[in-house]
């Protein structure tokens, strides 16, 4: 199986940037679809992001389309968010996800391994 990891956190002020990476290990990365979710304290995990196995497809929530890019790098079995124009309510716990599914989705069923998560909080 594969272990992600994620990293890059941290306290922002509104209009800032802040990049998450996800660093897997265990398995061959490139045979997994990598989604971002995040958890703000007492609401449900969110989806953010997903990629596919070779980086061509995309997807994003509504609420960060524009603003968040999801990309990978298969060589350094790596995912990064890139989020620019931040905002209070981005403030949460985001995690990354790995999918040995065909179909991604924006679902967190579809997602088999999961990371510990980081901590990113904008400040108003």
């Known amino acids: 199986q594969v272990q992600v990891g994620e990293s890059g956190g941290g306290l922002v002020q509104t209009g800032g940037s802040l990049r998450l990476s996800c660093a897997a290990s265990?398995?061959?990365?490139?045979?997994?679809?990598m989604g971002w979710f995040r958890q703000a304290p007492g609401k449900e995990r969110e989806f953010v992001a997903y990629i596919s196995r070779s980086g061509g497809t995309t997807h994003y929530a509504d609420s960060v389309k524009g603003r968040f890019t999801i990309s990978r790098d298969n060589a350094k079995n790596t995912v990064y968010l890139q989020m620019n124009s931040l905002k209070p309510e981005d403030t949460a716990v985001y995690y990354c996800a790995a999918s040995d599914g065909v179909i991604l989705t924006p679902s967190p069923l579809t997602y088999k391994y999961w990371g510990q998560g980081t901590q990113v909080t904008v400040s108003s």
């Open positions: 265990g398995r061959t990365f490139s045979p997994y679809g």
